[in-house]
């Protein structure tokens, strides 16, 4: 049983526009949100979380928003850039005192010149 | 820039072996993870330790076992690897500050048991 999706197993966009990768989870209880992102050959490396008591979270080119009735999160980048083009992981994270992460398959985004 | 160090990078192995992977962190973080990957799917935590002498059992069932007799060190081994151990194993660790805390994950050692 999964418990959080990333349905999108590929995405492509233009250098310069608006990537949006989307996670949706099923567990209510999650109240932690991460996004993470992977090169090929290396680990995954923490890239911008949200808290369940914020809907919106920014850091530079990325903001995270987070949709709780609706058990949804995006990732936004904007505008896109080459090097972002990576595998981005979704994971989710129960209450405080609980730090183990469920993530999500991935999305492979690639950014195109 | 993390630093954790998992070793071999690689590994090709025949069935029946006993095998250990090496995970390090300069960081003097207490909580350490493993998590296996296979291509495509997402990351499942099958080992994680809250400190020295501290070990669990993660969601995902596994063979392998592990130890944290030094905050530095947690290596899994596998006693007797087989075909269904192939997959990527990802070593993580984070300090004890809660869920503002990420993990930091090492590049990972991709195994393959032939």
């Not at chain 1, 896109?80 to 994270?93: E, H, I, R, T």
């Not at chain 2, 300069?26 to 499942?44: A, C, F, N, R, V």
């Not at chain 2, 501290?54 to 006693?79: A, M, N, W, Y």
């Amino acid at each position: 049983d999964q418990q959080v999706k990333q349905n999108s197993p590929s995405l492509s966009v233009q250098e310069g526009r608006i990537s949006i990768l989307n996670c949706d989870y099923t567990n209510s209880m999650f109240d932690y949100f991460l996004w993470y992102k992977k090169y090929p050959a290396e680990g995954p490396t923490f890239l911008i979380s949200i808290s369940s008591i914020k809907d919106k979270n920014e850091d530079g080119r990325f903001t995270v928003f987070l949709n709780k009735s609706a058990k949804h999160l995006s990732l936004h980048i904007v505008p896109s850039q080459p090097g972002d083009s990576a595998v981005y992981f979704c994971a989710a994270s129960l209450s405080f005192g609980n730090e183990k992460l469920t993530f999500g398959t991935g999305t492979r985004l690639t950014i195109i010149p | 820039e993390a630093d954790i160090y998992q070793t071999p990078r690689y590994l090709v192995i025949g069935t029946g072996k006993k095998i250990t992977l090496e995970c390090s962190q300069t960081m003097g973080h207490d909580k350490m993870y493993w998590y296996q990957q296979d291509p495509g799917m997402e990351l499942h935590l099958i080992h994680y330790s809250y400190g020295v002498n501290s070990t669990e059992k993660g969601d995902l069932s596994s063979e392998s076992t592990v130890s944290r007799i030094r905050t530095e060190h947690f290596p899994l081994t596998l006693e007797s690897a087989r075909p269904s151990h192939t997959s990527q194993y990802l070593c993580a660790s984070k300090l004890s500050q809660g869920l503002s805390s990420p993990l930091h994950f090492g590049n990972g050692t991709r195994l393959t048991v032939t």
